[in-house]
């Protein structure tokens, strides 16, 4: 059965670039950014793992943990990982995950045959410090994630899990936000600044500090 948003995250022992873990020891209490690529030695993969790595201290900010998974061998993810860093200047800052048997891939549903083959596809998954998976993304092998988005995602979480807040379309952090519909407007004008009620179900206000 496919994974939904709200169910605890599976765990799995796995080996990885940096040895064997068994993921939900590995993630501990942090935020991890789960995601699924389709082979090493491929192009688009090779600007992925560099741009998420370019982007490691940024996620690591924010408590998050990044780890990738595709279905090629260990041995495979470590000889390919010298590209990643000379390509795109970034070395590879987080474990892959090798997962040649599809265990892994198929306990978070990332291989779709309609893909062309039974390698993964590109899947991440969010997965909160309760290791609730709290929000699920699933681009085609052809199309190149964007690592900003991802990051993107990550402050919304956590921005909506620290106030009775919403984030409108395009949000980006400083921007103002959708006061919670459980909340009156005159409860939101105690708690926010600057609420301006547009509609009654719809009311703005400047982002809480935290
Ligand atoms: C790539 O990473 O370039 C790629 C991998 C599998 C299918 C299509 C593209």
């Known amino acids: 059965m496919s ?8 765990d799995f022992a796995a080996d990885t670039t940096d040895g064997e873990i068994r ?19 491929t192009p688009v993969c090779t600007t992925e793992l560099g741009r998420a790595s370019g982007l490691n201290d940024e996620f690591a900010k924010r408590g998050v943990k990044m780890i990738a998974v595709s279905v090629d061998p260990v041995e495979d993810h470590r000889a390919w990982a010298p590209d990643i860093g000379e390509v795109t200047g970034h070395a590879l800052a987080f474990p892959i ?38 929000t699920i993304i699933t681009y085609p092998k052809s199309v190149g994630r964007n690592f900003d988005e ?37 409860e939101a004008r105690e708690r926010f600044d600057n609420v301006e009620e547009l509609k009654p179900y719809l009311r703005y206000a400047d982002a809480p500090s935290s």
């Open 97 to 134: 995950i090798a997962d040649p048997d599809h265990r892994v891939s198929e306990l978070y549903n990332m291989i779709h045959p309609g893909e062309g083959d039974t390698s993964t596809v590109r899947s991440v998954y969010f997965i909160d410090p309760r290791n609730k998976i709290r």
């Open 150 to 186: 991802i990051l993107r995602v990550v402050d919304a979480l956590q921005a909506t899990d620290a106030n009775p807040i919403s984030t409108p379309v395009d949000w980006r952090p400083g921007d103002r936000v959708i006061v919670s519909p459980t909340m009156t407007t005159d």
């Open 23 to 41: 993921f939900l020891d590995w993630k501990g209490d942090s935020w991890v950014v789960f995601f699924s690529h389709p082979a090493d030695f």
């Open 3 to 10: 994974l939904r948003l709200g169910d605890d995250a599976p």
